[in-house]
Nanobody, 122 residues
Framework: QVQLVESGGGAVQAGGSLRLSCAASGRTFMSYGMGWFRQAPGKEREFVAAISRIGGSTYYANSVKGRFTISKDNAKNTVYLQMNSLKPEDTGVYYC???????????????WGQGTQVTVSS
């Protein structure tokens, strides 16, 4: 069992930056690949970024590539999402998730956090 708690969301103007954190409970954090997803009002949850168990591989949605960076600190049981050059279309609830394998689909993830709101104004 893994429990995930996101933090770091907030309101920012376009062009600004935010860093999201996701703290995980349990001693098996290193066994999981981690992902960030987001959901805008009225839209389906979509993939944002993923990182492999040890952190050697990352993958990004085209819409955030070059602006967002995912990282994983196994010693701190935490995964981060650094978001730069934010755009209004980045607005939504951001969720972190844990998977026993590296994936980009929501169905591949076993555990989910409660989400943190990110609002980008123009």
């Amino acid at each position: 069992q893994v429990q995930l708690v996101e933090s770091g969301g907030g309101a920012v103007q376009a062009g600004g930056s935010l860093r999201l954190s996701c703290a995980a409970s349990g001693r098996t954090f290193m066994s999981y690949g981690m992902g960030w997803f987001r959901q805008a009002p009225g839209k389906e949850r979509e993939f944002v970024a993923a990182i492999s168990r040890i952190g050697g591989s990352t993958y990004y949605a085209n819409s955030v590539k070059g602006r967002f960076t995912i990282s994983k600190d196994n010693a701190k049981n935490t995964v981060y999402l650094q978001m730069n050059s934010l755009k209004p279309e980045d607005t939504g609830v951001y969720y972190c998730a844990a998977a026993l394998r590296f994936g980009i689909r929501t169905a591949e993830y076993d555990y989910w956090g409660q989400g943190t709101q990110v609002t980008v104004s123009s």
